[in-house]
């Protein structure tokens, strides 16, 4: 039967059915952080069941608060990394190593196509960009996938996005997948596999992919996944050299996954980009996008450059062609959490993190920090922040503040003009 | 079987988040009973006071599509159980956040549209539910009742207590 990429990884992982309808799959990669880790491993403690089903699958990192800020935030990153230590988790990334997951994870080989991947934190649909099936979990969720290596979903339903035209100058992933939310809602793709496909997305690198997935979940999306092919064999080429001939051996293999041209679908979108311009939220819902030419002028307080759907390499070359030889404006301050120690040296290589700090950026280290109002760039009450990161929701990044989700290169805009403002001017 | 049940609280809004059920700076809380103050402590909702007795004595919440959406935090789900609400009636719900309320032995509870504008109507409730059966029973002003469905697996969670007792005997 013609199958999605999807429903193939189902069945090939497929452990039971406990009611039609429902699968539970066995699990690849079970991927862990110190906010939703820790209190799973206490109470797995505390009913004797401290156990894990195999320490080479579970990956575990300390990014959302790092170094730790107080003795909260240090005796959450001591619970895992006594766990880690506890369980021989050789892949344990520790201050000096560590950084946003969905950034680090990838970065490390750890995701493949065809793989089955959980964490309990929404935006692993960021590493559907594999082609892999991963999904955000609750803390119950994980605490079963650590013990059992399992995991219970309904059976996939998939609306495919073909994403068609060619990408204005000026416009990226971030305003792609902003524009789809956009269309399709907060609540569009709730309880569906979002699958990405068209010309656009095979001329997409890795690192686009992953902004591109990273979003679907605010559609309500409980996954993002893009087909497996020769861009995503060179990414992995250093992890698979030793299991493929050549990258055409890869990228034939990787074709297993690829949905069937007569698949079902739930749905299917088409959304031309040859129009589209540079898109901001406005307001406090994913959903609430405009073209930022719509809202040209709107006070900014804070730039914010980081995160897992923004902080990679590609991004930060992006905002470095605005900042390139520009101060920011008195009237913000900018900050950039360049999201893994790699991106940080390659950025420090190509001579980017001295075009930011030249600009008057403040860099952080690789952390979460201040997408959630955790750390390194919480707002006050009032304030407006212009960021690349991927919630815009009331009080996420402070009280009573507000935040514009943007591209990477919309932001560093916002910060030389010191309020929102279109980016292309400064290409020219 | 847990009762499941109480008086009801009324969030008249569409795709209400996580975040604004139990904000990020709590999450560096490592018990659950510590979350209990910060209930729905950013709530974008006219009207709403996250002090008001109305909260406090609620058992069940009512509420409209999309619930839960965002953040996969299971301590949006633990902040009602330590406040002693252990059912969530909505239009419908977010993937995570229904599946959390299952895992933790909760109910997350769909009805259609117009059942909700009716509860929403009677003003006052205390809300009964009869998880065997599927029958929810409103009293307020007058007294009706709504059939709701729950597949077999969602069912079998809650009798065994939650996911892990589920999983731990299974797998």
Known sequence: MASTIAEKIFASHLRDTPTPGDAVLDIDVVMCHEITTPIAITDLMEKGMDRVFDPDKIKAVIDHVTPSKDSKTATQAKILRDWARRHNIKDFFDVGNNGVCHALFPEKGFIRPGYTVIMGDSHTCTHGAFGAFAAGIGTTDLEVGILKGVCAFKEPVTMRVDITGTLPVGVYAKDVI???????????????????AGPIVDRMS????????????EAGGTCGICMPDRTTAEYLWPFIDDKYESVDDAVKDFKQ??????????????IDVSDLVPQATFGFKPDEVKDITDIEGENVDQIYIGSCTNGRIEDLRAAAKVL?????????RGILSPATPSIFNQALEEGIIKIFMDAGFCVTNPTCGACLGMSTGVLAEGEVCASTTNRNFNGRMGKGGMVHLMSPLSAAAASIAGHITDPRKYLQ | MKQFGGPAIFLDRNDINTDEIIPA????ENSKTALKPFILEDLHLEGFDPQSDELKNAGVIVTRANFGCGSSREHAVWVFEVNDINVVIAESFARIFRQNMFNCGMLAVELPKEDIDIILSMGNVDIDIDVTNGVITAKGAGEKTFNFTLNDFARELIQAGGWLAYADKKY
Request: hydrophobic letters at 35%.
């Open chain 1, 178 to 196: 902003l524009h789809i939310i956009k269309k399709i809602t907060v609540n569009g793709a709730t309880n569906k596999v979002m699958e990405f």
């Open chain 1, 206 to 217: 890795m690192e686009s992919r992953m902004t591109l997935c990273n979003m679907a979940i």
């Open chain 1, 257 to 270: 996954w690829h949905s069937d041209p007569d698949a079902h679908y739930d749905s299917t979108i088409t």
């Open chain 1, 324 to 332: 390139k030889g520009r101060k920011i404006s008195r009237n913000v």
């Open chain 2, 25 to 28: 700076k709590y999450l560096t």
